[in-house]
Structure formats: C-alpha cells, structure tokens
C-alpha cells in the first residue's frame, strides 16, 4: 500500500507540474513590495472520469515565498485508493532563484500515512521521518555529500519567467 501512495503522490505532483505551463500571471503591473497571490486548483480526470483533485497556493513578498498544496483522491479511483495529502514549503528568493527553508510533505492512504520534513540550512538538507525505513544493506547510504545542493519537489516547481504577462 505504501507503494501505491507514493505513486499517487508522484502522480500528483506530475500532473501539477503539466498543469503549470497554463498558469498566466502578469507580474509587470505589481508594484515593488506588495505581496502577490497566486490560487490554483486542478481536476485530474482519466477518459473523462474524476480521479484527483489538487489546490495550490503560492504567496511572494519581498523575498520571501510560501507554497502549500493539498490533494485527494476523487471519483472512482477512491474505490481503489483512497487517500489524501498536504505539503508545504517556505524560503526566499535570491538572484531570481528560489531556495527553500523548509519543506513538509504529509499523506494518508487508507491504513498507511506517513510525514517527511526536510530543513535546509548552509546549503544542505536534513531530513526527519515520522517512520524512519528499516537499515537496508542493499540501499546506498546516504552521506553528507548527498545533503549538498539539494531543492524539495515543491520549491523546484517555482520558476522565475522574465518578462511582462
């Protein structure tokens, strides 16, 4: 089951990705230092029938953003998943990039749940698991250069345009 959660949560983080090219914002009229909003919501369907839903909040003030996004599961695909999630993340903008603080992902999907939070700090991540996986010989370990350069799913989304409109 848990594999099946986390395939619907990379599902739903694909479809937003597709989703995203759509979104049109005309940022060349917000005045220097007022906070913009941006509201998204997106129905993934499959031949027609309802299958997902997700909504996506993205806030930028000065250099500083926040994005949070929840998700469900929807029509007959509850039938056989049902599930539900939420992920967050807030940071700041430099040099037109934007770089995470923090990151929270947490899913529920029929008995199986799970949180993962990840914090970034001098350029690297660490992460804490409510349910840390069992030491596992085959799995390369991860070391402290792995930490390095990293971004969340989330903050990767975000994408500077240049340009008006």
Same mark, same amino acid.
């Given at each position: 089951?848990?594999?099946?959660?986390?395939?619907?949560? =990379? #599902?739903?983080?694909?479809? =937003?990705?597709?989703? =995203?090219?759509?979104?049109?914002?005309?940022?060349?009229?917000?005045?220097?230092?007022?906070?913009?909003?941006?509201?998204?919501?997106?129905?993934?369907?499959?031949? @027609?029938?309802?299958?997902?839903? #997700?909504?996506?909040?993205?806030?930028?003030?000065?250099?500083?953003?926040?994005?949070?996004?929840? @998700?469900?599961?929807?029509?007959?695909?509850? #039938?056989?998943?049902?599930?539900?999630?939420?992920?967050?993340?807030?940071?700041?903008?430099?040099?037109?990039?934007?770089?995470?603080?923090?990151?929270?992902?947490?899913?529920?999907?029929?008995?199986?749940?799970?949180?993962?939070?990840?914090?970034?700090?001098?350029?690297?991540?660490?992460?804490?698991?409510?349910?840390?996986?069992?030491?596992?010989?085959?799995?390369?370990?991860?070391?402290?250069?792995?930490?390095?350069?990293? #971004?969340?799913?989330?903050?990767?989304?975000?994408?500077?345009?240049? @340009?008006?409109?």
């Amino acid at each position: 089951m848990l594999r099946l959660t986390r395939s619907l949560l =990379l #599902v739903a983080v694909a479809l =937003l990705a597709l989703c =995203l090219p759509a979104i049109r914002a005309d940022t060349g009229a917000q005045p220097a230092g007022e906070p913009a909003k941006l509201d998204a919501d997106y129905a993934a369907t499959l031949f @027609g029938f309802p299958i997902g839903h #997700v909504s996506w909040t993205i806030e930028l003030h000065d250099n500083h953003f926040s994005a949070a996004a929840s @998700g469900e599961t929807a029509g007959l695909l509850r #039938v056989f998943a049902r599930g539900h999630g939420v992920a967050k993340s807030h940071g700041i903008v430099t040099e037109r990039r934007a770089a995470a603080a923090d990151f929270m992902v947490s899913y529920v999907s029929g008995n199986s749940s799970d949180t993962i939070k990840i914090i970034f700090k001098d350029g690297k991540a660490k992460e804490h698991l409510a349910h840390p996986p069992q030491p596992n010989p085959r799995v390369v370990p991860l070391t402290e250069a792995y930490r390095a350069g990293v #971004v969340d799913p989330m903050t990767g989304l975000l994408i500077d345009v240049p @340009g008006h409109g």
